[in-house]
């Protein structure tokens, strides 16, 4: 006779075959850890931003080499968007947990990498009811087939669901692409995402406070280019929120 097998043994069971590791060091989960991902040691050593921010691109800023509340970069550079936020320095583990996420297809990571997010937003009392609309910085079709899945608006839509916001995946466009920033100076990365975005129903986004969803905010070329397009469609106010800068 086969006697039907208890949650317990069988989780206990698959424990013993497929042990989990943590997606930052690899090593076994041995402690309970954010959602039998990543370890209680890796989550610590995330790198947080701390206070003060740049008042325009988020980023920690040095008050003893800057006694005013911009960053040297917003001085040189108009960005579009009205402010952003990064929770975490894009460094260490985060690092290498967005690599995972971005280019290694493991889009459950967008789990505890959100919380990271909304974390953020309650800690700093982000006025995130004034937000009418989430959207997520689209990709181009290309680059959506390669990855099978967008990572910005993985994100996206767990912040949204987590404080009752609308998600709006369908409005900004990725209408064209040219190469990867990532291998780009500053001044060409502000030069190859210009006239990469439109809009779609424009009428859906006029006086519509929107936050813009990144993984990582870098120049903030991508997200500026976004936002000018957003406000040229009669968008309010839009603010960004990445991961890190």
Known sequence: ???????????????????KKCHGCKSRIRTPSTQDLVCGDCWSKIKINPPPFCSHCGR????????????????KFQLHFDRAFSPCQYDGVLRDL????????????SGPLSRLMT???????????????????????SRLREREFNQAEAL???????????????????????????????DERRSNVLGNFSIKNSSGLRNKNILLIDDVLTTG?????????????????VFVLTLAN
């Open 1 to 19: 006779m086969i006697f039907p097998m208890s949650s317990r043994f069988l989780h206990t069971l698959l424990e013993i075959i497929y042990p």
């Open 60 to 75: 920690h800023l040095d008050t003893k080499r800057n006694k005013k509340n911009i960053c040297p970069e917003c001085v």
């Open 98 to 109: 967005i690599h995972e996420f971005k280019y290694k297809g493991k889009d459950y990571l």
């Open 119 to 141: 974390d953020f937003i309650e800690a700093y009392d982000f006025p995130i009811g004034d937000i009418d609309q989430i959207i997520p910085i689209p990709l181009y079709k």
């Open 156 to 186: 996206g839509s767990l912040i949204a669901k987590k404080f009752d916001r609308e998600l709006n995946s369908v409005s900004l466009v990725r209408s064209s692409w040219k190469r990867t920033q990532t291998d780009l100076k500053k």
């Open 221 to 237: 070329a991508t997200c500026s280019e976004a936002a000018s397009v957003l406000k040229k469609a009669g968008a309010g106010i």
